[in-house]
């Protein structure tokens, strides 16, 4: 995959999960778990592909989902460490 395709995949799943789930934590270790839960769904899922239960295309679906969470815990660190 080109980069400027996973990053097109990051920032569409972004602008969705932001609509989605308007309110991000405040608090830096909540903010942090929601990156650890899709890091977990990513790794069950390349688990699942390991064992021939699972496809790569829900693979690249996991790690999107990490990378958009990932960026969006970047985008919101300010606002946290400032407790806004």
Request: hydrophobic fraction near 45%.
């Amino acid at each position: 995959m080109k980069t400027e395709t996973a990053l097109s995949l990051i920032l569409a799943e972004l602008a969705r999960a932001e609509k989605l789930h308007p309110v991000w934590p405040h608090d830096l270790i909540h903010a942090a778990a929601n990156c650890a839960e899709e890091t977990g769904e990513l790794v069950r899922a390349v688990n699942d592909h390991a064992e021939r239960k699972g496809s790569v295309s829900h693979i690249v679906t996991e790690a999107v989902h990490t990378a958009a969470t990932a960026l969006r815990f970047l985008k919101n660190i300010e606002r946290a460490e400032n407790n806004e």
